[in-house]
């Protein structure tokens, strides 16, 4: 599968951002997505998931309420909707697929792959 991750960019503080992955290889609604981000210095940290079959969704607990994982099946993509977004949530945003049915996949392991990475980089 492969993955094009893409609407990173520079915000302010409180604002929004629009993150989208496609996939070709397979279609989204077949795959396990989830959402991965990495700061600089600190290691890869689990965002959001959500799962084959019955798309449920599980976030991390400090971005619960703030972000939204989408599946839209027509155009193979995921999106993650960041709102009222903190400095703290800057980081390079990589989206990953996999075929586990495992619920909530939150373990990079449990992906094969991975798309390119998006910066996203929030502003005081």
């Known amino acids: 599968v492969q993955l094009q991750a893409s609407g990173g960019g520079l915000v302010q503080a409180g604002g929004s951002l629009r993150l989208s992955c496609a996939t070709s290889?397979?279609?989204?609604?077949?795959?396990?997505m989830g959402w991965f981000r990495q700061a600089p210095g600190k290691a890869r940290e689990f965002v959001a998931t959500?799962?084959?079959?019955?798309?449920?969704?599980y976030y991390a607990d400090s971005v619960k309420g703030r972000f939204t994982i989408s599946r839209d099946n027509a155009k193979s993509t995921v999106s993650l909707q960041m709102n009222s977004l903190k400095p703290e949530d800057t980081a390079v945003y990589y989206c990953?697929?996999?075929?586990?049915?495992?619920?909530?996949?939150?373990?990079?392991?449990?992906?094969?792959?991975w798309g390119q990475g998006t910066q996203v980089t929030v502003s005081s």
């Open positions: 290889g397979r279609t989204a609604s077949s795959l396990l």
């Open positions: 959500i799962s084959r079959g019955r798309s449920s969704t």
């Open positions: 990953a697929a996999g075929s586990s049915y495992g619920y909530p996949a939150v373990d990079g392991k449990e992906y094969s792959d």
